[in-house]
């Protein structure tokens, strides 16, 4: 653990040098101007000059977000402090997602644990409906003790999940060979607290201890640095290249070498699943995606 930790600190030290650097002229998201709460209204708050968003669960219900307008393309970034405490059983989402059948769909969630117990990340994405894409990591901090951020990156040639400007997964297009992408559909920012112990926490063994209750997550700083879906022509609007749509840009399109050595440390100490390596869920039948490079 000691070794890990004083890898983490020289990592840090790089990040300032090598992180995600990215145009800074963030489209300010207040989050009453940008977002309305779909379910538990009457638990949930915004507050802080619309700069802060808590969300509550309790036994009465749980409650969400969902931005007002839908993006494709771009980059999505929240400040989150997660639940403290027993948190087994709660799920805190924060996600891009469309509606219907064929829906698409890219997903941070956060599983709750029995104190002193870890949370773990559960990463997703869905494409036209389909997903069963889960990879799953362990955090190198605590995430109830402050806020981190979470940023999920997407454009035409990839989708990449950040936190604190670390990348720990890559999912990339090949559509051209017949592997669905999230390219077509506008997708809402969300975030939610909910009640999920019937799966969450070792497999749903572990219940919510409603005597903890209210469990809360709080939420800071939203940012949507994203193409504005207008409908079907922003299919093509949003993936033009253009100094406009700055998430085309070639130095977007794949991680950097530095980039890359990062997600491999954050894969080879703190990744606890990844579906392509399940040989016996999928029945020997892997997901094609799998046998490609990534990144």
Same mark, same amino acid.
């Given at each position: 653990?000691?070794?890990?930790?004083?890898?983490?600190?020289?990592?840090?030290?790089?990040?300032? %040098?090598?992180?995600?650097?990215?145009?800074?002229?963030?489209?300010?998201? &207040?989050?009453?101007?940008?977002?309305? %709460?779909?379910?538990?209204?009457?638990?949930?708050?915004?507050?802080?000059? !619309?700069?802060?968003?808590?969300?509550?669960?309790?036994?009465?219900?749980?409650?969400?977000?969902?931005?007002?307008?839908?993006?494709?393309?771009?980059?999505?970034?929240?400040?989150?402090?997660?639940?403290?405490?027993?948190?087994?059983? +709660?799920? +805190?989402?924060?996600?891009?997602?469309? +509606?219907?059948?064929?829906?698409?769909? %890219?997903?941070?969630?956060?599983?709750?644990?029995?104190?002193?117990?870890?949370?773990?990340?559960?990463? &997703?994405?869905?494409?036209?409906?389909?997903?069963?894409?889960?990879?799953?990591?362990?955090?190198?901090?605590?995430?109830?003790?402050?806020?981190?951020?979470?940023?999920?990156?997407? &454009?035409?040639?990839?989708?990449?999940?950040?936190?604190?400007?670390?990348?720990?997964?890559?999912?990339?297009?090949?559509?051209?060979?017949? %592997?669905?992408?999230?390219?077509?559909?506008?997708?809402?920012?969300?975030?939610?607290?909910?009640?999920?112990?019937?799966?969450?926490?070792? !497999?749903?063994?572990?219940?919510?201890?409603?005597?903890?209750?209210?469990?809360?997550?709080?939420?800071?700083?939203?940012?949507?640095?994203?193409?504005?879906?207008?409908?079907?022509?922003?299919? &093509?609007?949003?993936?033009?290249?253009?100094?406009?749509?700055?998430?085309?840009?070639?130095?977007?399109?794949?991680?950097?070498?530095?980039?890359?050595? #990062?997600?491999?440390?954050?894969?080879?100490?703190?990744?606890?699943?990844?579906?392509?390596?399940?040989?016996?869920?999928?029945?020997?039948?892997?997901?094609?995606?799998?046998?490609? #490079?990534?990144?």
């Amino acid at each position: 653990m000691q070794s890990k930790m004083a890898s983490l600190r020289a990592l840090l030290l790089a990040l300032f %040098i090598t992180a995600f650097v990215v145009d800074q002229s963030f489209v300010e998201a &207040n989050f009453p101007k940008s977002m309305y %709460i779909n379910w538990g209204a009457h638990h949930s708050s915004f507050a802080g000059n !619309g700069e802060d968003l808590q969300l509550v669960l309790d036994q009465t219900s749980g409650s969400a977000v969902k931005s007002k307008r839908s993006f494709l393309f771009g980059s999505i970034e929240m400040l989150i402090k997660l639940v403290p405490g027993n948190s087994a059983g +709660t799920v +805190t989402a924060y996600y891009v997602s469309s +509606t219907g059948d064929k829906h698409d769909e %890219i997903d941070f969630e956060f599983l709750g644990n029995v104190s002193g117990q870890p949370y773990i990340v559960h990463t &997703n994405i869905y494409t036209q409906g389909n997903g069963s894409r889960e990879q799953q990591f362990y955090l190198w901090f605590d995430p109830t003790a402050d806020f981190h951020n979470y940023t999920i990156h997407w &454009n035409p040639t990839e989708v990449v999940w950040y936190i604190d400007n670390l990348p720990i997964r890559v999912f990339r297009n090949y559509e051209n060979e017949g %592997i669905a992408f999230p390219n077509k559909q506008g997708m809402r920012v969300q975030a939610s607290l909910w009640n999920a112990d019937n799966w969450a926490t070792r !497999g749903g063994l572990e219940k919510i201890d409603w005597n903890g209750a209210p469990f809360i997550a709080r939420f800071r700083r939203f940012r949507a640095r994203a193409c504005k879906w207008d409908g079907p022509v922003s299919i &093509n609007q949003c993936a033009t290249k253009s100094p406009a749509n700055w998430w085309t840009s070639p130095r977007f399109g794949q991680l950097s070498s530095s980039q890359i050595g #990062q997600m491999n440390w954050v894969r080879q100490n703190f990744m606890i699943y990844d579906y392509c390596k399940d040989t016996k869920r999928f029945k020997g039948q892997i997901p094609p995606e799998c046998f490609k #490079q990534q990144f």
